[in-house]
């Protein structure tokens, strides 16, 4: 899934040291197949934040390079049709690319320290290994596809508080993804949702000035609690600590 496989994938390149790079679905239903779902705005949305949430450093897609064979549907599996006119598809993606650079910033050089899920039970569990290596390992004749390689350990970063925050409440699952560079702690909460919109109240230890960037628009609020009112489903906010508040 969305999830394990991402989880599996940061996992391992944090411990090897490397940096994280995420390919994105594109649309659907490629060459006309109408098997493969056609990605709404929510999804791609969803796919960005959990991305950034693992601590992405790239976000990769395939714009649309199709053989003649396979132009049908392009209009709903592409960025752009074989005449380079843009397709339903872009707008999307325009959209949930203008949040990541008005955060990029704050996430570039951070790393993952723990992830706060509110609502359902964590859902990041690695698989076990039996079922991994069933479906990436080899098929039933013995050969090779995917994956073959040894497994990380669960990679389960899950924390029920990091530093300031304390509680996560929402009216969807939501996550926060704790984040660490050399100047600060950044908070990236999503809505974990791709169908429904969530109000989302972040409590904290003390009470604090906070900026938080959503839809490319940075606020500052203050309080013991932040709250953010109908969170579209899959849509991001970026949260940093600009200071204690004075009594």
Avoid at 21 to 39: K, P
Avoid at 85 to 100: C, G
Avoid at 184 to 211: G, M
Avoid at 223 to 242: C, F
Wanted: one cysteine or more; hydrophobic letters at 35%.
């Amino acid at each position: 899934s969305l999830w394990d496989m991402t989880q599996y994938v940061a996992y391992t390149c944090a411990q090897q040291g490397r940096d994280y790079w995420h390919v994105l679905q594109c649309g659907g239903r490629w060459c006309n197949d109408w098997n493969t779902r056609i990605t709404t705005a929510a999804d791609v949305c969803l796919q960005v934040s959990v991305a950034l949430g693992y601590g992405a450093k790239t976000l990769q897609l395939y714009p649309g390079c199709f053989p003649n064979c396979c132009i049908g549907g392009i209009e709903h599996s592409s960025l752009i049709d074989e005449w380079g006119n843009l397709t339903e598809q872009y707008p999307l993606f325009q959209y949930a690319f203008m949040q990541v650079k008005a955060i990029q910033k704050h996430l570039v050089h951070a790393k993952l320290k723990g992830m706060i899920v509110s609502n359902s039970p964590y859902f990041g569990l690695l698989p076990s290994e039996e079922k991994i290596k069933e479906v990436l390992g080899r098929d039933k004749n013995g050969e090779m596809e995917i994956f073959d390689g040894e497994l990380c350990p669960d990679g389960n970063v899950q924390v029920s508080e990091y530093k300031q925050l304390m509680k996560v409440e929402s009216t969807t699952q939501c996550i926060v993804s704790c984040f660490e560079d050399e100047e600060e702690t950044v908070y990236f909460l999503w809505n974990n949702s791709a169908y429904a919109a969530s109000d989302v109240t972040l409590t904290f230890d003390d009470e604090y000035i906070y900026e938080h960037t959503q839809r490319t628009v940075t606020d500052t609020s203050e309080g013991k609690t932040l709250t953010i009112y109908a969170l579209p489903a899959g849509e991001n906010v970026l949260i940093r600590i600009v200071d204690k508040k004075e009594n």
